[in-house]
């Protein structure tokens, strides 16, 4: 009977010991955190994004993310238009908004609709949803949000560290040079 007793305290015991581990944050990093929490330029990406502690888990998960992909491809997604997440949704009411599907239960949806700053959750029945279908007039904030590259090495830096640790000084060149050696 102490067995999973044992497991949740050795599971805990990892989980502590993985952030006392994790690298001390660069000065790049912290320029980085600063724009994903705050921008002048566009809704800053803590408005729909969580990461290490800052901002709101209402759009897809940057750890799972930042841990795979090439600093060129965390740009490429930094500037998409469109995501497959965002959906038009329409009620019976005759409301139309985008939003992103959070859950079901039993007859119940709930959708954050991104027609709002900051992004609110909605409540509806299934009934009341005439369609969810591929938006096509939304835009992800920061796609227009004009960062100078340097910016953009930042925020990416700071998406970096927070997923897996990594210290190494992403630049300008390095957004480009993945697109180049392509």
Known sequence: MRTPILISGLVLCAAFIAGQNKPEAST?????R???????KSLPCATC????????????????????VTPRDLMRTIDMQRTVFVQEVQTSRGAAFPGIQRQIRNDNIEIWDLSMTPPMLRQFKLSE?????????????????????????DIIGFIKWAATGAVREITPTDLRASADSR
């Open 129 to 153: 949803i005439v369609s969810m279908r591929e938006n096509v007039k939304w835009g992800h904030p920061p796609a227009n949000a004009d960062y100078a590259p340097q910016e953009l090495a």
């Open 49 to 68: 994004h969580a990461l290490d502690g800052v901002g709101h888990e209402i759009a897809p998960d940057l750890r799972r993310l930042g841990a795979y």
């Open 28 to 32: 790049q990093v912290d320029r980085g």
């Open 34 to 40: 600063k724009l994903f929490e705050k921008s002048a």
